[in-house]
């Protein structure tokens, strides 16, 4: 392990905090696998387990990762909870750590997750053996700011396509090319590889960085940032935010990328639907298995849509 | 038992949904229940039966305002309430019994929920859409070991217009966790008070914790009892009192049910009256059997002469409740069960199963769509294995038939019961 991987730490989830690990001197890399068959993974996992899930795993063992000197899970679902089992098994990174995050954005939750956090910060200052201190956390805080994990911007649009807003968990880039090949344009999306990460729509920085304690104000910023369909006590606030982004992308049509055996998006589209609808959106709905493999099927589902619009 | 077919024609009319909330037909589906005690394996059994028509008599005729929860929910908090418990996931259990399921998964489908999630969800909520279960008033949820019943019970609430009330539960225990998890334990208690209007009776809410603790030691003496070979109650049967553990601890009559259940366990065992004539091996069950009519125990206890002798959903995984302190006890019991957290957590659990009763192997029914349970599964079989203990993963679905293959399922169970043999 080279220089960098000693200091690489490796997560997968938007509530991640990654400003903690900057403020340690360690550098946070998202690890997004690429799309394909996981021979490999399927040996540990059953067949009807999230795809995306798998497809790290797979990544994991066949080595397609930088070296890392950890990775911090959420305990975002239980795909997620169980491949931190494997993860810790198989020993396939030096360090482990699991973060829950809670599943509503209220004061008490605040509280709760900011003492968690300061916990996180504990084990990995101990871990590797390098003091954290409040100053480094608030300059992470403050260089960390809105739109600089944007992964994907949104691309600019033709005046006379139809604008989409696409949703989903982890949105595969194939899909905004093909939106694009069908006539339409991407005018935002609501995804934790995407809108999730980086906009505060909710929160003024005045509000985030209240009070004396860093640690409240990083729970503040991810428990408070646009809602993931985990966050199921937190339905209204995902309501409003998505009203809220039809509004201010102006957008015409909706793709909901659903994806397979993913119990959140699967009731998650429910209320996307009844809420997009209910504004006179029409929703198209997208099964994905994280291998890319029924383009063609979307190809003519997109092209149905549209029509439509 | 020919008791399903006996309340399929009961409801098999045009006016079935509204029969449910009649007094007249749920009377006289009590009383037909009640003169049914020798179709039942189990005087317990019986008992349960009408104990748990009674609960949903209630919820139907609402003689209270009606709370659903989910089935890892500290039922103690609902009945130190004085509201009436509505269990939508045990109730789709019942509701593969009476026929409704090819009904309510079309019923399903119409509101988007597919075949790739857990069935138990999916039938409960085609049941409500299609009106077989009881309007509630309200609706609480722990986030804990199942994704889908917050996401699914949070779109009941929705639909209904209700309040949603979530107990948030971490994977860890320590203190901070269980500060967190009380407060929202007693913001929920009062909440649910007000909004219900009923009186927030912190006294009623202590009886409820003792009731528990009295169904808790209850159940703890039927398992002591249990683990003396040979068995005198088979697989199937000991799993129809499962509906206590997820519906009824803090109820009046839990720990009577887990009595009347020993004493019959003790008085078998006095008369020799074993489950099988010869018991070869003994098992442990993971995870919840099919509720639709199936071989497998058969097979395992006439072809192999295999006894299921306990349940992991049966295993009393807390400490005693302290009545002073509600909220706090409350939230240690949610916080210890052995499914949260690392798997190291149920892997140990399963370990004492093991040890406790003797067991020779394990069956791991890994019931379509349930994440939690299934995709730990191979390093449980592993560690298992690293043992000595045989493991069998039986792939089904606990509630659709449809994913039932009686071959396949035949295939595998022997091949199991030729490696344990």
Redesign the interface.
């Known amino acids: 392990m080279g220089t960098r991987g000693q200091d690489l730490i490796g997560w997968f989830c938007s509530y991640t905090p990654v400003e903690l690990i900057r403020a340690l001197g360690l550098i946070p890399r998202r690890l997004l696998p690429p799309p394909g068959k996981t021979p490999r993974a399927d040996t540990y996992f059953t067949g009807n387990l999230c795809p995306y899930v798998k497809a790290i795993l797979e990544n994991a063992l066949v080595g397609e990762f930088p070296a890392l000197a950890g990775v911090v899970f959420v305990a975002s679902c239980n795909s997620m909870i169980h491949l931190s089992n494997i993860w810790r098994s198989l020993k396939l990174s030096r360090g482990v750590w699991v973060l829950d995050v809670p599943r509503r954005g209220d004061s008490v939750a605040v509280h709760y997750w900011a003492r968690r956090l300061k916990d996180l910060g504990g084990e990995l200052s101990a871990f590797f053996n390098r003091p954290l201190e409040e100053g480094a956390l608030w300059r992470a805080l403050e260089e960390e700011s809105p739109g600089c994990r944007l992964e994907r911007p949104a691309g600019g649009h033709e005046p006379s396509r139809p604008r989409l807003l696409l949703v989903g968990s982890v949105l595969p880039d194939v899909l905004r090319d093909m939106v694009e090949e069908a006539g339409m344009s991407v005018a935002y999306e609501d995804a934790c590889n995407a809108g999730r990460l980086v906009e505060n729509v909710n929160l003024t920085r005045t509000e985030e960085f209240a009070g004396s304690d860093p640690y409240l104000s990083l729970a503040r910023r991810y428990l408070y940032k646009p809602p993931c369909p985990r966050m199921v006590a937190d339905r209204d606030r995902r309501r409003a935010y998505l009203r809220e982004v039809v509004k201010t992308h102006r957008v015409q049509g909706a793709v909901y990328h659903a994806m397979k055996f993913c119990d959140l998006a699967m009731v998650d589209f429910a209320l996307v639907k009844d809420e997009l609808e209910g504004m006179g959106i029409p929703v198209l709905k997208l099964e994905g298995d994280y291998t890319c493999g029924n383009r063609g099927q979307w190809a003519t589902r997109l092209e149905a849509l549209r029509e439509m619009l | 038992m020919d008791l399903y077919p006996k309340l399929r024609s009961a409801l098999a009319e045009p006016l079935k949904r509204r029969a449910l909330h009649s007094p007249l037909v749920i009377k006289l589906v009590r009383q037909i229940l009640s003169a049914q005690k020798r179709a039942f394996p189990w005087e317990a059994s019986h008992l349960l039966a009408l104990k748990a028509i009674d609960q949903a008599a209630d919820a139907f005729l609402g003689r209270g305002p009606v709370v659903w929860h989910n089935v890892f929910f500290p039922t103690e908090l609902l009945y130190g309430l004085g509201v009436v418990p509505f269990a939508p996931e045990a109730a789709a259990a019942a509701a593969v019994g009476l026929g409704l399921v090819d009904e309510a998964f079309r019923a399903a489908d119409g ?4 075949t ?3 069935s138990f969800h999916r039938l409960a909520l085609g049941c409500e859409v299609a009106g077989y279960f009881p309007r509630p008033q309200a609706v609480v949820c722990t ?1 804990h ?4 019943a ?3 019970l ?2 009941t609430a ?1 639909r209904h217009d209700i309040p ?1 009330h ?1 107990l ?1 539960v ?3 225990a320590g203190p ?2 269980t ?2 998890v009380a ?2 334990l007693k ?1 929920m208690f009062f909440s649910l008070a007000e909004g219900l209007r009923k009186e927030p009776d912190t006294e009623r809410l202590a009886e409820a914790l003792r009731r528990s603790n009295e169904a808790r030691e209850g159940l703890l003496r039927v398992s002591r009892l249990r683990r003396e070979p040979p068995a005198v109650i088979r697989g199937d049967e000991a799993h129809g009192f499962l509906y206590i553990m997820l519906t009824s601890f803090g109820s009046p009559w839990a720990a009577v049910v887990y009595d009347k259940w020993y004493e019959e366990l003790k008085r078998r065992r006095e008369q020799g009256r074993w489950a099988v004539p010869r018991e070869k091996i003994r098992l442990l069950w993971l995870h919840l059997r099919p509720y639709y009519a199936n071989d497998i125990f058969k097979i395992l206890e006439h072809e192999g002469g295999a006894v299921v002798v306990f349940e992991e959903m049966n295993h009393v995984y807390w400490d005693e409740l302290d009545p002073r302190h509600p909220f706090l006890s409350l939230a240690r019991k949610v916080l210890s069960h052995h499914g949260l957290g ?2 190291e957590g149920r892997l140990g659990a399963v370990k004492g199963m093991v040890e406790d009763f003797g067991v020779q192997g394990v069956v791991h029914f ?1 019931h ?2 349930c ?2 349970s ?6 449980i079989q592993q560690a298992l294995r690293e043992q000595g203990i045989a493991f069998l993963n039986l ?1 089904g679905d606990c509630v659709d038939r449809q994913k039932y293959a009686p071959g396949a399922v035949r295939t595998r169970l022997e091949g199991f019961l030729e490696l344990l043999g």
Do not use: V
């Open positions: 509101r988007w929920f597919g790739d999630g857990c986030s070991l199942c994704d889908i917050p996401q699914s949070a779109l929705a949603f979530l948030d971490p994977q860890r901070e966790e500060r967190y407060r929202q913001e690392p798997l890994a379509w769509g994440r939690q299934t995709a730990g599964a191979a390093l792939d």
